[in-house]
């Protein structure tokens, strides 16, 4: 016996993978915001995508600028994910309040990647897409790095912890690592 859920909440069903904070700057403002609508689109180029609701500063950013920056937080740092989740960059600087720490990317003109992550992607945008509510930032990674010891196939979650959001308040973590 199922019960029905409710097509705004269906969403929920799905795992959207870890969660990203991604970093946005134009002229004088940077931001971080809290994201798990994302998902890989290409290996070559490669290309990934994040979902971003219209009123949200940081898709004002991003339009702007043409580019962003996934970074990869752990667990050890949820509180200010959901800090970077819950308030506008409008009103607060995220960087400051938060105490992150910004630092030049790599590649990237004025995007600052956050340091305090265990991976970042830079990304210029390709493409840009309204659907509903959200605009979809189509992003080819120009640079990417990780964590020497936490990366080598893949994330090794036996050293560290991704963070799942499950949706509302709701969180889990990576567990063990299975391999097959
Ligand atoms: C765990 C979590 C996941 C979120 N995922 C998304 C998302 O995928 N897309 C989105 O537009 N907002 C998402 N949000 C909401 C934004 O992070 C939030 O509204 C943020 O304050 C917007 O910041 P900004 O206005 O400074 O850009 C999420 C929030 C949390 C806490």
């Known amino acids: 016996m199922k019960a029905e859920i409710t097509r705004q909440r269906a969403t929920r069903l799905l795992s959207s993978g870890n969660v990203i904070m991604v970093s946005s700057a134009y002229k004088d403002r940077a931001n971080i915001i809290t994201l798990a609508w994302k998902t890989p689109l290409s290996h070559n180029p490669p290309l990934i995508g994040i979902s971003i609701a219209k009123t949200h ?3 004002e950013l991003i339009e702007k600028s043409e580019e962003f920056i996934v970074n990869i937080p752990e667990l050890e740092i949820l509180d200010k994910v959901v800090f970077c989740g819950s308030v506008s960059g409008r009103q607060v600087d995220k960087f400051k309040e938060t105490k992150l720490n910004p630092l030049k990317a790599n590649r990237l ?6 340091a305090d992550c265990i991976g970042n992607l830079e990304c210029y945008v390709r493409d840009v897409r309204e659907f509903g509510d959200h605009k979809f930032f189509v992003g080819e990674i120009i640079y990417a790095q990780a964590e020497e010891g ?16 499950l949706g509302g308040a709701f969180f889990t973590s990576s567990g063990q690592m299975i391999r097959v």
Not at 109 to 114: A, E, F, S, V, Y
């Open 57 to 59: 500063f940081s898709c």
């Open 150 to 165: 936490m990366f080598e196939q893949t994330w090794d979650v036996d050293k560290m912890r991704l963070i799942y959001h």
């Open 109 to 114: 003109i004025k995007t600052p990647l956050i």
